[in-house]
């Protein structure tokens, strides 16, 4: 287990670390994915915490399987990867992406919109992912479910973390 301090830049590290992996190497990463949320739960200072807000990512494996049935993403098979890294996303929202959860709303929306969706078009341009829709409409569908989805996890992080305190500053 590592200080608070240290672990920010380790969240940091394993996150980036699990979505090149993801997106460049698919189902063949899936050991070293497996492996990063270990190595995630050995440094980390909240283990319990991080369990606890593991049940978050479902909202977003959610998501991308109503828009997989919808016809807006289109993977080559079935994508267990993105799953593991809903969860990488969602535990590096609690430590090296907690920062968001201090932005205003408008703030949140944004980054949302620009780093939700814009990393389905990167994952398209990698070939991760396949965008039938063509990348202007898919990224105009996606940067609105994103703009919500990223204020909504800090919502649901309040609730089920038991923390009362708003995840944005009142303007």
């Given at each position: 287990?590592?200080?608070?301090?240290?672990?920010?830049?380790?969240?940091?590290?394993?996150?980036?670390?699990?979505?090149?992996?993801?997106?460049?190497?698919?189902?063949?990463?899936?050991?070293?994915?497996?492996?990063?949320?270990?190595?995630?739960?050995?440094?980390?200072?909240?283990?319990?915490?991080?369990?606890?807000?593991?049940?978050?990512?479902?909202v977003g494996m959610t998501m991308d399987t109503l828009l997989m049935y919808?016809?807006?993403?289109?993977?080559?098979?079935?994508?267990?990867?993105?799953?593991?890294?809903?969860?990488?996303?969602?535990?590096?929202?609690?430590?090296?992406?907690?920062?968001?959860?201090?932005?205003?709303?408008?703030?949140?929306?944004?980054?949302?919109?620009?780093?939700?969706?814009?990393?389905?078009?990167?994952?398209?341009?990698?070939?991760?992912?396949?965008?039938?829709?063509?990348?202007?409409?898919?990224?105009?569908?996606?940067?609105?479910?994103?703009?919500?989805?990223?204020?909504?996890?800090?919502?649901?992080?309040?609730?089920?973390?038991?923390?009362?305190?708003?995840?944005?500053?009142?303007?």
């Amino acid at each position: 287990m590592m200080g608070k301090t240290s672990f920010l830049l380790a969240s940091a590290v394993i996150y980036t670390a699990a979505w090149w992996l993801a997106v460049l190497y698919g189902k063949q990463s899936l050991l070293w994915l497996s492996l990063l949320l270990v190595a995630h739960f050995v440094l980390s200072p909240s283990r319990l915490r991080d369990f606890q807000l593991m049940p978050l990512a479902l909202v977003g494996m959610t998501m991308d399987t109503l828009l997989m049935y919808a016809g807006v993403l289109h993977f080559a098979a079935t994508p267990v990867w993105l799953m593991l890294l809903w969860l990488h996303f969602v535990l590096a929202l609690e430590h090296s992406l907690a920062w968001l959860g201090r932005l205003p709303l408008w703030a949140q929306v944004f980054a949302g919109v620009s780093g939700g969706a814009g990393s389905y078009l990167a994952g398209a341009e990698l070939g991760a992912v396949s965008l039938p829709l063509g990348n202007l409409m898919s990224f105009l569908l996606l940067s609105c479910l994103w703009g919500a989805l990223i204020p909504g996890y800090f919502l649901l992080r309040r609730r089920i973390a038991g923390n009362e305190e708003l995840p944005w500053p009142k303007n």
